[in-house]
């Protein structure tokens, strides 16, 4: 089991941009991926991108790319720089620890088994 803490998320105005941090409790090399991903209001979590530790990056969500770039602190903590916001990015963003498939993460939510609380975002037009 880990533990996974978003932080970052707030309000801003169309164009601006946000800082989302993922801190994880501990590294653990059978759950090597760990993606943000995001719920709109009224529909369904969807991949964004996802990060295989020390490894491949891999948008989920090809309307991000170009936007939004992931990276990693350090073994325990993802960063997503979110730049470029729109209205249509506001969510919830969540941040999951899963296995991946060779090197490469999955984008849909049942391969994840741990979750962070979420951390809200809003973007305004």
């Known amino acids: 089991q880990v533990l996974l803490v978003e932080s970052g998320g707030g309000s801003v105005q169309a164009g601006g941009s946000l800082t989302l941090s993922c801190a994880t409790s501990r590294y653990i090399d059978t759950m090597p991926c760990i993606a943000w991903f995001r719920q709109p209001p009224g529909k369904e979590r969807e991949g964004v991108v996802g990060l295989y530790f020390g490894g491949s990056i891999i948008y989920f969500d090809d309307s991000v790319r170009g936007r939004f770039t992931v990276s990693q602190n350090d073994r325990n903590t993802m960063i997503l720089q979110m730049d470029s916001l729109k209205p249509e990015d506001t969510a919830m963003y969540y941040c999951?620890?899963?296995?991946?498939?060779?090197?490469?993460?999955?984008?849909?939510?049942?391969?994840?088994?741990?979750w962070g609380q979420g951390t809200q975002v809003t973007v305004s037009s």
């Open positions: 999951a620890a899963g296995p991946s498939y060779g090197s490469r993460c999955l984008r849909e939510t049942s391969n994840y088994n741990n």
